[in-house]
């Protein structure tokens, strides 16, 4: 039995026969529509974000199977502040070019919303530990200027570390 395995980041619920995954479908000579239709049911609870696919294709049978992984944690922490962007780059170490126009990043998520997105990555983060898990989220907002419940993300994963959150972080 070979096997071929096509990887691809689709929009959820928007995966289209064209490029990249056309090509790559056809090669292995599986009903591409079949296979496009398939993502699309499976990626559907994830509308408007970015998810990683990988479809392993039987070439014998033709056979396939879909696996969907989850988005990153950026297009997560968009999702929950309903942003279509973060910020260009962490607090205030933004230098904007000649003449542009530049608004600054303003977001702030509530510690549940950290907590929820540390639940669906769990499986992915190289931790074992939940409170670990959290804390990567929380690291995650540095890079993409979100503040959590006001304050900056440092602050928050010293609060952690303090155990003044440990009453949410629940798996």
């Known amino acids: 039995m070979a096997e071929k395995i096509v990887n691809a ?5 928007k995966a289209v026969p064209g490029p990249p ?3 790559a479908l056809a090669e292995a000579k ?6 496009v ?7 559907a609870a994830f509308k408007g974000m970015t998810v990683p696919v990988e479809i392993t294709i039987n070439t014998t049978t033709k056979e396939f199977k879909i696996k969907v992984g989850t988005p990153p944690v950026s297009s997560l922490m968009k999702k929950e502040l309903k942003a279509e ?5 962490a607090f205030g ?3 904007p070019k000649e003449g542009e126009t530049y608004v600054p990043f303003t977001g702030d998520l509530k510690f549940d919303q950290i907590v929820h997105i540390a639940k669906a990555k769990k499986d992915v983060l190289n931790t074992h530990i939940f409170k670990n898990a959290v804390k990567q989220i929380v690291g995650t907002c540095v ?5 959590i419940e006001g304050k900056t993300p440092k602050e928050i994963i010293k609060e952690i570390e303090q155990g003044k959150w440990d009453a949410k972080i629940k798996e």
């Open 9 to 13: 980041l689709v929009e959820g619920g």
């Open 21 to 23: 995954l056309g090509p």
């Open 30 to 35: 599986v009903n591409v529509g079949q296979v």
């Open 37 to 43: 239709a398939a993502i699309n049911e499976k990626t």
């Open 85 to 89: 962007k973060l910020a260009r780059a």
């Open 93 to 95: 170490t933004y230098t």
């Open 143 to 147: 890079s993409s200027g979100c503040t």
